[in-house]
């Protein structure tokens, strides 16, 4: 590839509308040291120094998506509280369209709290409820969802699922159905529970722990030939378009049906790995969604993914710095 054919599809990634829908959270990091433990139990005394509060989840996913340059729709369900309101605060200062956020009094807005000392994690607090949708949230939600896709179209909704009750099978089946309908590319980030509601999607992109988990099978193996039969196996089930598998240290694989493979990941000084797979399904769907090239999809993602595991904490990826090393990768 050469560079202006790059910077094309990286100036094009401007002109898409994204939709993300699922399960969003607010990641809080409490941050300070640790001279002394406690005289009440065996536990750090940690000496708070300075908060932050980050877009996660779903958020996150649409975070990554508008940091790359879409227009972003985020659509999810929050709680009718304090954090509800600060993670709605936050999207919209990041330029994120939030209109199709429902707030619940049934259900707390998700929140964790991780309190770290010398960029090391001490503990994490979470505050949320796992539960489904009730029936009375499910189908408003469900409703205003699709009057949005048939009024506004957008080119691509990604599914963001982390368990949390949001995509309920039938919020899945019937915003999937949609979409295909009036041809807007589906890509999911499924999780154990829902594994294998998203039929008829177009990109399935769980990580090898979720495979093993949602197919019940050890796969000790993660050869070419191994996850090849792992895509064939997912398509009996799903009869998706692209399997998208991202292998931790070992790169990525994909298989669209047609053509297959690995690319290994490169060398890092990996930080912390949190929220790395929200910026490899957001920039994987956008990629494919211009290119419709699953190996370009697979390189730039896979990279995006690396880059993003620099830092410490979740956070979104930057465009520029992307480029830059897609360029050093792909334009050789």
């Known amino acids: 590839m050469n560079k202006a054919d790059l910077n094309k599809i990286f100036n094009d990634m401007s002109n898409l509308h994204v939709m993300v829908v699922g399960d969003v959270m607010l990641d809080n990091y409490w941050w300070g040291n640790v001279d002394r433990i406690s005289p009440e139990a065996p536990v750090p005394i940690v000496s708070l120094d300075r908060r932050e509060s980050r877009l996660g989840g779903a958020a996150n996913v649409a975070i990554n998506c508008r940091a790359l340059g879409a227009t972003v729709t ?25 209109d199709l956020i429902m707030k619940s009094f049934r259900r707390p807005t998700t929140t ?81 529970k829902n594994f294998l509601s998203y039929k008829n999607v177009t990109l399935f992109k769980p990580n090898l722990k979720e495979v093993r988990e949602g197919l019940n099978m050890p796969l000790e193996n993660t050869g070419l030939n191994e996850l090849n039969a792992v895509h064939n196996k997912l398509n009996e089930v799903l009869d998706h378009k692209i399997t998208f598998i991202t292998l931790s240290e070992k790169g990525v694989f994909y298989n669209d049906g047609h053509t297959s493979g690995i690319i290994p990941s490169h060398i890092r000084d990996i930080a912390d790995v949190s929220g790395a797979g929200d910026t490899v399904i957001a920039t994987a769907a956008m990629v494919y969604a211009l290119t419709k090239n699953v190996h370009l999809m697979a390189e730039v993602s896979n990279l995006a993914g690396g880059l993003v595991c620099e830092d410490v904490g979740v956070v979104s990826i930057k465009k520029d710095k992307l480029l830059k090393e897609s360029e050093l990768v792909l334009c050789k």
């Open 74 to 98: 985020l659509a999810s369900v929050v709680g009718d509280d304090a954090e509800g309101d600060s993670l709605i605060r936050m999207a919209e200062d990041a330029g994120i369209e939030t």
């Open 112 to 192: 964790k709290v991780r309190i770290l000392s010398r960029n090391q994690q001490m503990m994490r607090l979470d505050d949320e409820t796992t539960d489904d949708l009730y029936t009375e949230e499910e189908h408003p939600f469900i409703d205003m969802v699709l009057r949005y896709l048939q009024r506004v179209k957008p080119q691509v909704l990604i599914f963001e699922d982390y368990n949390k009750g949001v995509l309920k099978e039938n919020v899945i089946k019937r915003i999937t159905d949609h979409c295909n309908e009036i041809g807007i590319i589906t890509a999911v980030d499924p999780k154990k």
